[in-house]
């Protein structure tokens, strides 16, 4: 930052050399860095001459101490201290103001002829400014008129080109999901059969038939011995030496069916094979087997699957993409992508009903609201006559059609008529207010300000018009505003 002087005190400066130093610089604002001892400005009248030539100069002094004692001294004769340059500037409000007192005290210090040529040319531009204003006082139209244009509500179609725009690409997933109920059916088992069977030993020593040894009937049903049985050996009886008769070892055991389901309960005599190599024994149920118990379940077939995919292919052909209120579809854009369609259960599962989801990606081209409206607003002059103006922020898209090139669309908008305040004052002058008003009533309402009789002032130029932006207003007196176009002719 420019716009000051440093001053570095040196071992031989006296008061004087400063004040010279002070006297030659032709900066404003001067800083004094006080480095040794400051033995030159203990002496307070050292201080006093330098705050005189300082405010003789028309400068402001800076000194750069951190000599509390020096610095006491210096507020006393009010020139300003600082530890530093830096400081000194970091202290908004006291530095600016002190910068700014010192800059214009030196633009204030201008020779005198200059001084002199510029009251002179200050008291001449003040007469013309108040013979401007008395001349003008003396004009001043003597009837205000203030116009107020009536609205007309249109709807106009337009075509437009759809090279200037850029239409975005639209894409989204839809999922659809139908249920269908199973046809196909099967008979479930839900509890095993249960009996006894006898095994027969017809070996001398004994056996034994481990848990979980399967028995089985002539048709091939399973079942499994629920415990280990030990099965006697067969008793054999001699009569003088000769073996004349021999009794089976028996033994009772309990089975249970291998599989669920009602057709394992079968009649006594049906058991009668004992899996594994078991030759001397045999088997048989003496006593029904029976518990076991079956169910119809519903099973999910081909056709269950085929008949759940087409209702919800059916379903997604009627979706569309779904789009904001302020965006507008380019017609036959709209792409689909293959269906996939997935189940929730497979074919012969256990199922009431069989669910099918379709997935597709549908894609399409739109346009947005506004940008349609900024292509419209570039065009729609050409559509209106030349007298007529749209008012600012109605233009709206109320029906779009849009293909691959051209959009066509129907813009509703508020229309106002171009009222120009010169030739209003030019048709209205002469005229009773009554026949004024009929004049202009089919283009704006038109209020009066500051006429004593019925007739309007037969020259225009004693004629004040002002157009409004409030549009059709009922006030009777009309209120100036800043953003009004007027004319005083």
Do not use: C
């Amino acid at each position: 930052m420019q716009g000051y002087y440093l001053y570095e005190i040196r071992s031989e400066d006296t008061v004087a050399s400063v004040v010279q130093k002070l006297q030659n610089t032709l900066e404003t604002l001067v800083f004094i860095r006080i480095s040794t001892g400051p033995l030159l400005f203990s002496n307070e009248d050292n201080l006093r001459l330098l705050a005189h030539y300082a405010r003789e100069e028309n400068k402001t002094l800076v000194l750069l101490t951190k000599d509390k004692r020096l610095q006491e001294l210096a507020d006393k004769y009010r020139i300003n201290t600082s530890d530093s340059i830096e400081a000194f500037f970091k202290e908004p409000s006291e530095a600016t103001k002190i910068y700014s007192r010192a800059r214009k005290s030196s633009k204030s210090k201008l020779p005198m002829w200059v001084r002199t040529t510029l009251i002179a040319a200050f008291v001449v531009f003040s007469l013309l400014v108040g013979l401007q204003w008395g001349l003008r006082y003396w004009l001043l139209p003597k009837v205000t008129i203030t116009v107020y244009p009536n609205l007309i509500r249109e709807n106009k179609e337009i075509t437009l080109s759809l090279q200037d725009m850029n239409p975005e690409l639209e894409s989204q997933e839809v999922k659809m999901v139908a249920t269908v109920p199973t046809t196909g059916s099967k008979m479930v088992g839900t509890e095993r059969a249960k009996g006894e069977v006898i095994f027969f030993n017809q070996n001398t020593k004994q056996l034994k038939l481990a848990k979980g040894t399967e028995i089985k009937t002539k048709k091939g049903r399973v079942y499994l011995l629920k415990e280990d049985v030990l099965v006697p050996g067969a008793e054999v009886v001699y009569v003088l030496d000769i073996r004349s008769s021999q009794t089976a070892g028996q033994a009772l055991g309990y089975i249970e069916a291998k599989e669920l389901g009602a057709e394992y309960n079968v009649i006594a005599g049906e058991i009668s094979l004992l899996a594994g190599n078991y030759k001397d024994i045999t088997v048989r149920n003496t006593k029904p087997v029976s518990g076991g118990k079956s169910e119809k379940k519903p099973v999910v077939t081909l056709a269950d699957r085929e008949a759940a995919k087409k209702a919800a292919i059916e379903l997604l052909s009627t979706e569309e993409i779904k789009l904001h209120p302020y965006e507008f579809p380019v017609v036959g854009s709209e792409t689909k992508s293959d269906v996939e369609v997935e189940f929730d259960v497979e074919e012969g599962a256990f199922a009431p009903t069989v669910r099918a989801t379709a997935t597709q990606t549908i894609s399409l081209k739109k346009i947005a609201k506004e940008e349609l409206l900024r292509q419209a607003q570039v065009v729609l002059p050409e559509y209106l006559p030349q007298n007529l103006l749209i008012k600012p922020d109605t233009a709206n898209i109320l029906t779009a059609s849009i293909d691959e090139s051209l959009a066509k669309v129907v813009v509703a908008m508020d229309l106002y008529y171009s009222i120009k305040p010169e030739e209003v004052a030019s048709n209205i002058a002469g005229l009773k207010i009554s026949e004024a008003t009929e004049l202009i009533a089919d283009q704006a309402v038109m209020a009066v300000e500051g006429l004593k009789g019925d007739t309007l002032p037969k020259r225009k130029e004693w004629i004040k018009v002002v157009v409004s932006s409030d549009f059709k207003s009922s006030t009777n007196k009309g209120v100036l505003s800043s953003n009004q176009k007027t004319t005083g002719l």
